[in-house]
């Protein structure tokens, strides 16, 4: 007698995947906004210069990581990239 529902351990399986992906988003969250903090305190305070900059480029091989993967996990890293960067990198008036 088969049945048309996936086995139990299928189930599992694919509820660990969606972990994973979960804590691989989550994680790219984190760093874009732990980003965006280290360049909104260089333009307040014009103090973590060269952590900004660091922050920024790893944030954009992750961009670059996440589109070689899918667009769904690079649009997020693009969007906090280019925010970043125009925070730290456009001049003050």
């Not at 007698?1 to 979960?22: C, H, I, Q, T, W």
């Not at 103090?47 to 920024?56: D, G, H, L, P, R």
């Not at 944030?59 to 730290?88: D, H, K, Q, S």
């Amino acid at each position: 007698m088969s049945s048309v529902l996936p086995k139990l351990e299928d189930a599992r399986g694919m509820e660990s995947l969606a972990y994973l992906v979960l804590g691989l988003l989550l994680a790219q969250l984190a760093l874009g906004v732990l980003t965006l903090v280290f360049a909104l305190m260089y333009r307040l305070k014009t103090k973590f210069a060269i952590t900004s900059q660091v922050m920024i480029g790893l944030l954009a091989l992750e961009t670059i990581w996440g589109f070689t993967i899918n667009n769904a996990f690079g649009i997020p890293a693009l969007i906090f990239t280019a925010t970043a960067a125009l925070i730290r990198f456009l001049p003050k008036k």
